[in-house]
């Protein structure tokens, strides 16, 4: 699996192929708007899905972590898609999100779907978290922030000569914003205003591959 290194205010981070971020100076694996329990949510609302998404989700994260073996994981917000959302886990996923704390910490930054982070789960709850000159938060800061990395927003990507939508990160060099990790979590145009007005003129898409990301330039990628 190929990442893409990135540097985000003179720090050297890498962007993974399946939407985390590596930071290896810290040890850290950095993952954004994982949405547990989404599905059982649609579900108590009528709209069924299938109610897996949690457990699809956690796989690939299992996976990141036999890749890379951090010191830390950070959840960098709306790991939780709603506040009885842990109460609704599964306990074979209990027992995964329990066995990733193993040998290493856990921190949940709070996000607007759940502001109090996980209760009974292993790992510390913080509004942020600085790594160097890295500022760890949900929400991306309406000013230019350099050194900020964040989630919250979902971007994606249209690529001129590619159909389908894919997730990406979007990066200025300054700051940068992940997409979301959570299999049913959504996806925001990387061209709308709400993110391009984010970054600077040297911004471009980090983007999803089988495999591999791709930078793209901000030319070849297409409105919705």
Not at 46 to 63: F, I, K, M, N, S
């Amino acid at each position: 699996m190929s990442g893409l290194a990135l540097a985000i205010a003179g720090e050297r981070v890498t962007a993974r192929p399946s939407g985390a971020l590596w930071i290896e100076a810290a040890g850290a694996l950095v993952v954004a708007d994982l949405h547990f329990e989404k599905g059982s949510s649609f579900a108590a609302r009528g709209q069924l899905l299938p109610p897996y998404d949690t457990g699809e989700t956690l796989v690939r994260l299992e996976a990141e972590v036999a890749a890379l073996g951090p010191r830390l994981i950070v959840f960098l917000g709306d790991a939780l898609h709603d506040c009885e959302a842990e109460a609704r886990l599964a306990e074979r996923d209990r027992r995964k999100i329990a066995d990733l704390a193993l040998g290493r910490e856990l921190v949940w930054i709070a996000g607007n779907h759940d502001p109090a982070g996980p209760r009974d789960l292993p790992g510390e709850c913080v509004d942020e978290l600085a790594l160097g000159a890295i500022r760890l938060v949900h929400e991306p800061a309406a000013r230019s922030a350099a050194g900020e990395i964040a989630g919250h927003l979902h971007p994606c990507a249209l690529v001129a000569g590619v159909g389908r939508r894919r997730r990406c990160f979007a990066a200025d060099g300054e700051r940068l914003i992940l997409p979301a990790f959570g299999a049913y979590a959504g996806g925001l145009n990387v061209r709308d205003p709400a993110i391009r007005g984010l970054l600077g003129p040297k911004k471009l898409a980090a983007v999803l591959g089988a495999g591999r990301v791709h930078a793209i330039p901000w030319n070849r990628l297409r409105g919705d």
